[in-house]
């Protein structure tokens, strides 16, 4: 890709007193791109990911948007860059219909009170042209099924018109037809020219959507790889940190076998 990336992160650092989380880590997302971002539990993904969205400011190091440096210091800060964060929580209000969830926080008024209509109008368009398909507008979240609440809340974090989409393992512990309903909706993102930054442990669902996986071990850089044409034994070496492990032996196994 050769045009300016939307988000970068350069050399960025950040640390909790004693505990260096992240040191001198590299990022680029483009438009229109799907960046995996993976690792094993406590190899700063999450910190990564809370310093793009303002929740840790950086201790060093510079963030760039569509070329330019920046400053997120708050989650306002994000937001305002045109940056949406979907945590694994989701933050949904089960007692409230699809249509207020999806406007929760900025809600749309006509003389001074909430337009129901209005709102209902556009969550239908919204949810219409992100092929998302749920009983009703107006039915509780909590009647939804996993996959239905989280393409809910994904949904939610258009409605501000991001340029960049965070997703903080979106298929974990949803079944096989919730899974690929997340995943589509994550190619019809990409489809909208959104970049995306995917976090995810499981590598079919990295294979099946990402263009990018990059790679954090111990809070650094492990690698940055194409997808097609990077092997799932050689994503797995970067995030062990060994080229000799559990899936290289049994794949090498299975080659013996076969042979």
Known sequence: MTSAPVLALRGVSK????????????????????????????????????????VHPIDEGQIEWEGRPVSIHRPQDAQHLGVATVYQDLALCDNLDVVNNLFLGRELKRRGTLDEVAMEQKARELLSTLSIRIPSVRIPIASLSGGQRQVVAIARSLIGDPKVVILDEPTAALGVEQTAQVLDLVERLRERNLGVILISHNMADVRAVADTVAVLRLGKNNGTFPVQQTTQETIIAAITGATDNAVTRRAARTTEVAQ
Request: glycine fraction near 16%; hydrophobic fraction near 50%.
């Open 15 to 54: 640390r909790f007193g004693a505990v260096q989380a992240l040191t001198d880590v590299e990022l680029e997302v483009h438009a229109g791109e799907v960046v995996a971002l993976v690792g094993d539990n406590g190899a700063g993904k999450s910190t990564l990911v809370k310093t793009i969205a303002g």
